[in-house]
């Protein structure tokens, strides 16, 4: 099991900057992929952004050049730096696991970002 812990959320202008944050504890491998991913309602959870164990990123097209994601592989740690944030960023944001075969998601508890003025 993995268990995920996500901080940093909150409320912000538009314009302005958020970090979030997400450690990773349990059984954790040594290859993995952690990432981000939002959700608001009635609308599926799209991926924001992921990074795997060896350094590979990739980015939803909406955030590309905004926000930047990073890790602390010694800390099983992932970051996502939110910068020009949009009110359209506004959602819930998860924090995402997986591992090889990557056929098992484990997902954080979620944490509310809110753009507006």
């Known amino acids: 099991q993995v268990q995920l812990v996500e901080s940093g959320g909150g409320l912000v202008q538009p314009g302005g900057s958020l970090r979030l944050s997400c450690a990773a504890s349990g059984s954790i491998f040594s290859i993995n992929v952690m990432g981000w991913h939002r959700q608001v309602p009635g609308k599926q959870r799209e991926l924001v952004a992921a990074m795997y164990s060896g350094g590979t990123t990739e980015y939803a097209d909406s955030v590309k050049g905004r926000f930047t994601i990073s890790r602390d592989n010694a800390k099983n740690t992932v970051y996502l730096q939110m910068n020009s944030l949009k009110p359209e960023d506004t959602a819930v944001y998860y924090c995402?696991?997986?591992?090889?075969?990557?056929?098992?998601?484990?997902w954080g508890q979620g944490t509310q970002v809110t753009v507006s003025s």
């Open positions: 995402r696991y997986s591992r090889p075969p990557f056929s098992r998601d484990y």
